[in-house]
């Protein structure tokens, strides 16, 4: 390993402990609630009958099922949310971050070159948001059995895979752009009105027949349809999802070698 | 060209170290720099001054590659920043007036890191420089002072006995004490072959360090010149009082005076270079008083800006 892999990992210790806290909490609480969900369970289908398609889609058509119950509450927008809140913001911090806090011209003053730079902050990236994903599986996968909110265990799996995905590709387009602009707001703004947007183009796309045609191209379609929870992993949404990542970090290497850097 | 560019010889660099010809940056209308040409020698330490803003840190990028030149060219040891930047940083050392460090890491832990970026080059010279500075490794840097962490950045730059020192503006809030610790440390580059290239706004600080000096402002290079030479050339102002009005155009026709002006029983004379001549003339008459006063950088500029750069 790198030693600026190790410095930016050993950096990213401290606010993967407190994501992975916050993730664990979320994830306790809803499951505690999924008893009394359940409970209710016939009421709460047919409230679901009246609610307009947009919040359907969003929720899914079982929520009272353990699967059904996780993507309502888990998969589909909060864990998403906080997952990518973290993903944004240590992308953006990744470059842009060191250099409005000056300590880049530091790190690049020595032999590293500025590819190895961003390649060593980027497995950094992954290495803490791998490690976010696989503790979202274990707390899944652990807390929800004393609750009776049990899921095949490839398919909790395959449903954290996904969302490492979804983080990946919004990790590295805020990378991206703190790459070209060398400026943190820059990164969160840009990245943030992306997701927000996609995210709500994904959601109203299946019932406002104008929109339909840009499903596609949010990347929350690809992370949630089919439902991992239920259907597993597909090929094509893991290859969507990773085209954009590859994509991001080749705009990130080739505009951050090309500019000038903050003075 | 035609010159020799750092070639290295027994390790020894001979030559020229850094060679900008007709370096140019453009931002807009009024900052960068302009077809800027100079030379800095293997083995000597060659101050740039200039006031804020002249465009130091702009020439400074370039030699780095943080930033890339408009027009024309640099070469440090004989290479190209824009494509050798690694060969030229793994002998060279760094450190600007302004910079961040990692707030979080312990001062050891960030310089064992910066060492490991070089390969290891400059560990073992971690702890016998942080001794010689004072300086406590086993802190987190955020608990440092703002002195502490110039003391960190020094470490950085000087631990692996770079062949090449580039300083920006490096004492910025530096202690007199820690100052002196950074002068001798910059001599004792010099004595080991090394090459520094260090600017400053200070006079006194470029002429207690440095053999040349280039002169920089507002983006253009006025002079390049020694130290000593460009200090006896300079202009100083001189008042003698005597003791009843004297003539002061008999001082005028002296060859080392720009310009004579009587104030009551004063005259205010401007000299440039040796002040033997207008002391006889002086003593001539019955001085009460005389003043005197060293050149200002700011007079040391105009001098250089009113004469086109080659004085």
Redesign the interface.
């Known amino acids: 390993m790198s030693?600026?892999l190790?410095?930016s990992m050993?950096?990213q210790r401290?606010a993967v402990i407190g994501w992975a806290i916050g993730l664990a909490a979320v994830a306790t609480m809803y499951a505690a609630f999924y008893p009394s969900i359940k409970e209710s369970a016939s009421q709460l289908e047919g409230y679901l009958q009246n609610m307009p398609d947009a919040f359907r889609n969003l929720v899914g058509t079982d929520y009272t099922s353990p699967a059904g119950y996780l993507r309502a509450e888990l998969f589909a927008l909060l864990g998403p949310i906080l997952f990518l809140v973290y993903a944004v913001g240590a992308g953006g911090r990744s470059i842009a971050g060191?250099e409005e806090?000056?300590?880049?011209?530091?790190?690049?003053?020595?032999?590293?070159?500025r590819t190895q730079v961003v390649r060593d902050k980027a497995l950094a990236l992954l290495a803490a948001m791998t490690g976010l994903a696989a503790f979202l599986f274990v707390v899944v996968v652990v807390v929800g059995r004393p609750f009776g909110l049990t899921v095949p265990v490839q398919d909790a799996a395959a449903a954290c895979a996904m969302m490492l995905l979804l983080g990946l590709a919004f990790a590295s387009l805020a990378l991206a752009v703190g790459c070209a602009t060398g400026r943190k707001a820059w990164a969160y703004g840009v990245t943030g009105v992306i997701a927000v947007a996609t995210y709500v183009l994904n959601v109203l796309a299946p019932s406002v027949a104008a929109l339909a045609w840009t499903r596609p191209l949010s990347p929350f379609r690809w992370y949630l349809e089919p439902d991992p929870l239920t259907t597993g992993l597909h090929p094509a949404n893991v290859a969507v999802l990773l085209g954009i990542t590859v994509v991001c970090m080749a705009v990130a290497v080739v505009t951050f070698r090309r500019r000038?850097?903050a003075? | 060209m035609g010159r020799d560019q750092g070639i290295v010889t027994h390790d020894r660099v001979v030559g020229e170290v850094i060679v900008a010809q007709r370096l140019t940056k453009s931002y807009g209308a009024s900052r960068g720099i302009v077809e800027l040409t100079f030379a800095v020698r293997a083995g000597e330490v060659f101050g740039f001054l200039g006031p804020n803003g002249a465009g130091k840190?702009?020439t400074i990028?370039t030699l780095?590659?943080?930033?890339?030149p408009t027009d024309g060219s640099v070469s440090v040891f004989g290479m190209d920043p824009r494509t050798d930047?690694?060969?030229i940083?793994?002998r060279?050392?760094?450190m600007?007036g302004?910079?961040?460090?990692?707030e979080?890491?312990h001062a050891r832990a960030y310089l064992e890191?910066?060492a490991?970026?070089?390969?290891g080059n400059g560990r073992a010279q971690i702890d016998p420089l942080a001794e010689r500075l004072s300086l406590d490794l086993d802190r987190p840097i955020h608990d440092l002072s703002h002195g502490n962490r110039q003391k960190v950045?020094m470490v950085?730059a000087f631990m692996h006995e770079p062949e090449l020192l580039v300083l920006d503006e490096p004492t910025q809030g530096l202690d007199p004490l820690v100052q002196q610790t950074f002068y001798a440390l910059i001599d004792e580059t010099r004595a080991r072959g090394g090459t520094v290239f260090l600017s400053s706004h200070i006079l006194p600080e470029v002429e207690r360090v440095c053999d040349r000096v280039g002169i920089i402002r507002e983006g253009r290079l006025l002079t390049v010149d020694d130290v000593g030479d460009l200090k006896a050339k300079a202009l100083r102002s001189v008042i003698f009082h005597f003791d009843k009005p004297v003539d002061a155009s008999v001082f005028a026709p002296l060859p080392s005076v720009v310009s004579a002006e009587g104030r009551g029983d004063a005259v205010a004379i401007t000299v440039q270079g040796e002040l033997d001549e207008v002391v006889k003339e002086a003593a001539r008459h019955t001085v009460i008083n005389v003043e005197t006063r060293e050149p200002s950088l700011e007079e040391i500029f105009l001098r250089a800006y009113r004469d086109g750069g080659d004085p």
Not at chain 1, 101 to 113: C, E, I, M, Q
Not at chain 2, 64 to 68: A, G, N, P, T, V
Not at chain 2, 98 to 102: D, I
């Open positions: 030693a600026l190790g410095v050993r950096s401290r060191e806090a000056r300590s880049l011209d530091l790190l690049l003053s020595t032999p590293l070159t000038d850097l003075a | 840190s702009t990028r780095l590659d943080f930033i890339r930047a690694p060969a940083h793994a060279t050392g760094y600007p302004e910079f961040g460090l990692y979080r890491m890191a910066f490991a970026f070089r390969d950045g950085q």
